[in-house]
């Protein structure tokens, strides 16, 4: 497969998931009626094909990748609060769906002048905010898996300060490297790929529940022991779940999508890493075609791989 077809992939996927998933956030599994298609409504009354926050600030960190030339954490904060005031990156204008805990960041960023903005003594702050829009920094340092998860990491403490939300980031943007290369999905999802990834990073002891989660016990899981909470572990579990028991891009997204709560995340960090694995001619014709701002993200894609190069 052409690997502009896997960038593309991952930040349409990304894109799409999000759009899918918005209308049904905040509701809980099988409340609703199955969503397959773009719907209007939800809690920001999103339009057809509208992305929230997830895709908008993943597209805040491909530009500053970007126009940087690489990481750079206060353009990317910079960017991000350019969003959530005028709706920089988002898809008709305005800033819908920012997190607690990136809100506090960006405060924090405007008071402080911080580059690692994140609160780090948090005991409710493992959210998924990070690890939602993570997919740029992956496919921008594609060609160095240790320098990647390096600026993962960095990535995640813009906003978010508690290990356990670096350590997810770092793993997920493993994984995307690893389907960007061409890697089977068994192998990505093996225990012994999770341990090389672990031990690129030296000297360093990930938090146990990333580890367990790399020891692949959602695999065994049924639907009904998925929950696709905002909680960091929870939400890449439900992701790794639904990119484990299909065998489309299409089929692991409305399985993923539908499992309501924080759909529109789950369905971002799905479609990030299945994105990136199955390419971008996998996504249903008429998720990409109905997605707002398509071209533009593509070109992003582009931009990524070009600066990867």
């Given at each position: 497969?052409?690997?502009?077809?896997?960038?593309?992939?991952?930040?349409?996927?990304?894109?799409?998931?999000?759009?899918?998933?918005?209308?049904?956030?905040?509701?809980?599994?099988?409340?609703?009626?199955?969503?397959?298609?773009?719907?209007?409504?939800?809690?920001?009354?999103?339009?057809?094909?509208e992305y929230?926050?997830?895709?908008?600030?993943?597209?805040?960190?491909?530009?500053?990748?970007?126009?940087?030339?690489?990481?750079?954490?206060?353009?990317?904060?910079?960017?991000?609060?350019?969003?959530?005031?005028?709706?920089?990156?988002?898809?008709?204008?305005?800033?819908?769906?920012?997190?607690?805990?990136?809100?506090?960041?960006?405060?924090?960023?405007?008071?402080?002048?911080?580059?690692?903005?994140g609160n780090?003594?948090?005991?409710?702050?493992?959210?998924?905010?990070?690890?939602?829009?993570?997919?740029?920094?992956?496919?921008?340092?594609?060609?160095?898996?240790?320098?990647?998860?390096?600026?993962?990491?960095?990535?995640?403490?813009?906003?978010?300060?508690?290990?356990?939300?670096?350590?997810?980031?770092?793993?997920?943007?493993?994984?995307?490297?690893?389907?960007?290369?061409?890697?089977?999905?068994?192998?990505?999802?093996?225990?012994?790929?999770?341990?090389?990834?672990?031990?690129?990073?030296?000297?360093?002891?990930?938090?146990?529940?990333?580890?367990?989660?790399?020891?692949?016990?959602?695999?065994?899981?049924?639907?009904?022991?998925?929950?696709?909470?905002?909680?960091?572990?929870?939400?890449?579990?439900s992701a790794?779940?639904?990119?484990?028991?299909?065998?489309?891009?299409?089929?692991?997204?409305?399985?993923?999508?539908?499992?309501?709560?924080?759909?529109?995340?789950?369905?971002?960090?799905?479609?990030?890493?299945?994105?990136?694995?199955?390419?971008?001619?996998?996504?249903?014709?008429?998720?990409?075609?109905?997605?707002?701002?398509?071209?533009?993200?593509?070109?992003?894609?582009?931009?990524?791989?070009?600066?990867?190069?």
């Amino acid at each position: 497969m052409e690997i502009k077809n896997r960038y593309k992939g991952s930040m349409l996927g990304l894109a799409v998931g999000d759009a899918l998933g918005a209308p049904v956030e905040f509701t809980t599994k099988d409340s609703f009626e199955k969503i397959e298609h773009y719907r209007r409504g939800g809690k920001f009354n999103v339009e057809i094909g509208e992305y929230t926050d997830d895709t908008s600030l993943a597209l805040c960190l491909a530009q500053s990748l970007i126009d940087r030339n690489g990481s750079d954490q206060k353009d990317q904060l910079s960017k991000y609060l350019k969003w959530f005031e005028e709706g920089y990156m988002s898809a008709n204008g305005r800033s819908i769906g920012c997190g607690k805990v990136t809100l506090r960041a960006l405060y924090r960023y405007m008071s402080q002048d911080c580059s690692e903005c994140g609160n780090s003594r948090l005991t409710k702050g493992a959210g998924n905010g990070s690890l939602m829009r993570i997919a740029p920094v992956a496919l921008f340092y594609a060609n160095d898996m240790k320098l990647a998860m390096k600026m993962a990491k960095e990535s995640s403490l813009t906003t978010h300060g508690l290990p356990i939300c670096s350590d997810a980031c770092i793993y997920m943007t493993g994984l995307i490297v690893g389907a960007i290369e061409g890697k089977s999905k068994d192998e990505l999802l093996s225990v012994d790929y999770a341990k090389t990834l672990f031990d690129y990073v030296e000297n360093y002891t990930f938090h146990e529940e990333v580890v367990a989660l790399a020891q692949g016990d959602y695999k065994n899981k049924s639907r009904d022991e998925i929950e696709a909470k905002g909680y960091v572990i929870n939400t890449l579990e439900s992701a790794l779940w639904a990119f484990y028991n299909t065998s489309t891009f299409d089929d692991g997204l409305i399985l993923v999508v539908n499992l309501g709560n924080d759909a529109d995340t789950v369905g971002a960090v799905y479609g990030q890493l299945a994105g990136a694995y199955y390419g971008d001619d996998a996504i249903a014709i008429e998720y990409k075609d109905g997605l707002m701002k398509r071209e533009f993200i593509e070109e992003l894609a582009e931009k990524l791989l070009r600066g990867s190069l």
